[in-house]
């Protein structure tokens, strides 16, 4: 009979089982989160994308008005 094996010549049952435990070790650990910080990485993520869109609708409005001023030179 041919056994599964992984690239690291663990058996296919020993490896679920030590991610089963591994998984289940991690699940007791209680994390503690500070609401501050989360809210600080929020605003600052606002604030970032705010200026992304205004870097692109202002290149957008001047490549409009360079393209309209282009025309305008060639008619």
């Known amino acids: 009979m041919q056994r599964n094996l992984f690239h690291n010549t663990q058996p296919i049952r020993e490896a679920t089982i030590n991610k089963i435990k591994f998984q289940t070790q991690q699940l007791d650990k209680k994390i503690v989160v500070d609401i501050n910080k ?4 929020v605003k600052k993520e606002k604030k970032i994308e705010m200026k992304k869109q205004i870097i692109f609708y202002s290149s957008s409005i001047l490549a409009l008005c360079l393209f309209s001023t282009f025309i305008a030179i060639i008619k």
Not at 38 to 41: A, E, F, I, P
């Open 38 to 41: 989360l809210l600080n990485r």
